[in-house]
Every structure is written in C-alpha cells, then in structure tokens.
C-alpha cells in the first residue's frame, strides 16, 4: 500500500478518481446491534425494534437497521475496506464534516453491508490538508447504495 503524507498534495491528488475502489470486508447488521443501538440513541420506532409488527406492517417485512447506525459503522467498514494508499505524517484527523449524506435504500436486519469509496479532492488550507471522500455502503448483493455520504477529514501536522 503507498503511503502519502498528509500534505503532499501533489500524490493526494493522484488518487482522485469518478471510480469507486473495491467493496471491503462485509459487516453483518444483527437485530442485537439495531437493538443496542435504539437503546444508546433513545430512538425505539417499531420499525427497527418490533419484529413482530415488522413482518405484518412493514413494507420490508422486517426490522430495519436505523440509517445512523449505519452510517456509524463506517470507521469499521473503513478498516475492513481496500485502500490502495494511506495518509501518513499527521498529528490528527479531525472529522471535519460533510457536503452530502443520503440514505438511499434500507438495511435489513440480519443483512451484510460493506463499502467502497473514492477520493474526492485533497486541498491545502490554513489548518492542515482538507480531504473528501465520498463512500458508497450497500447491502451485500444490492446494487443501489444504503447510504452516499461525502465525508470531509481535516489532517493537521504533528504538534512540537
């Protein structure tokens, strides 16, 4: 894997790409996790906790996953996935934010998701090197995404 230090901008660059990587390792989304979740979030709508009513009034005929859950897994989807570089030289990276987020498609309990993405764009600023990517969850044989999120990573320089 190459790695690229944080602000040379110039090899970032090189990476930017309208094509998405390869998909990483699949993560399976449990009725467990969806529970923990609606626990820890205070967020209990029937669709992702009752199974029961699920498979009677759902038009997916189970639980769904709540799209933040989702979404929250990407920093183990991430580790699971197939870069072919990776940024080195940092102090930190600060989750900077984000310019989009879509939730396009349900994740049904019980189902795998994993996930691709691709550098956007990489700029220098004052406070470090501005990173967008934009990564593309799916449920594992689906071809529409779960989620599109361009997310924006803020790399700073060591400190001393």
Known sequence: MEKI????IDALQKHVSQEFGEFGQ?????????DRF????GDHQWIHIDVERAKKESP???T???????LSLLPLLSAQGKATYQVVGHGNAVNYGSDKLRFLSPVP?????????RLVSAEAGPKGTRIETEVAVHVVGSDRPAILYGMIVLYQGKVG
């Open 109 to 117: 309990a019980g189902s795998q998701v994993h996930a691709r993405s």
């Open 5 to 8: 230090r944080f602000d040379d």
């Open 60 to 62: 997916f005929k189970t």
């Open 64 to 70: 769904i996953a709540h799209g933040f859950l989702t």
């Open 26 to 34: 699949p993560v399976e989304i449990s009725q467990q996790m969806i």
């Open 38 to 41: 609606a626990e820890i979030t």
